[in-house]
Nanobody, 126 residues
C-alpha cells in the first residue's frame, strides 16, 4: 500500500508564492513519475506539471502552458517527495491541487500503479 500526503496550500494574494509538498510512503520500489493536477470549482481536473524519471540520476519536467515560467516542479528522491513552487500566483490558479504518482511496488511488476493524494486548497485572492 502506498500513501501520498500533501501539504502547503492556503490563501495568498495575487503575485504571491506558495510551495506545495507531497510525500509518498509505503511499499515503494520505484517512482516512475509524479505530477500535480488541479481542479477548480465546476471544472475538470487538469494536469499542471510532471516530473518523470528518465534514469537513475536524471528526470524530465513538463508544464501546462498557463503555469510555465511561474511554477517549478522538483523532487527529493531520498524523501520520495515532490514539490511545486508556485510564484506570481493569479486568481485563476485558485483550485484544489492534487498530487499523483505512478509507482512500481515490486521489481517483478513493470507496470506502475496510480496513486492520488487527498488534495490541498490553494486560494489566490486579495
Amino acid at each position: 500500500q502506498v500513501q501520498l500526503v500533501e501539504s502547503g496550500g492556503g490563501l495568498v494574494q495575487p503575485g504571491g508564492s506558495l510551495r506545495l509538498s507531497c510525500a509518498a510512503s509505503g511499499n515503494i520500489f520505484m517512482i516512475r513519475a509524479m505530477s500535480w493536477y488541479r481542479q477548480a470549482p465546476g471544472k475538470e481536473r487538469d494536469l499542471v506539471a510532471t516530473i518523470r524519471t528518465t534514469s537513475s540520476t536524471t528526470s524530465e519536467t513538463t508544464y501546462t502552458d498557463s503555469v510555465r515560467g511561474r511554477f517549478t516542479i522538483s523532487r527529493d528522491n531520498a524523501k520520495n517527495t515532490v514539490y511545486l513552487q508556485m510564484n506570481n500566483l493569479k486568481p485563476e490558479d485558485t483550485a484544489v491541487y492534487y498530487c499523483y504518482a505512478a509507482i512500481r511496488t515490486s521489481p517483478f511488476n513493470y507496470s506502475p500503479d496510480n496513486y492520488w493524494g487527498q488534495g490541498t486548497q490553494v486560494t489566490v485572492s486579495s
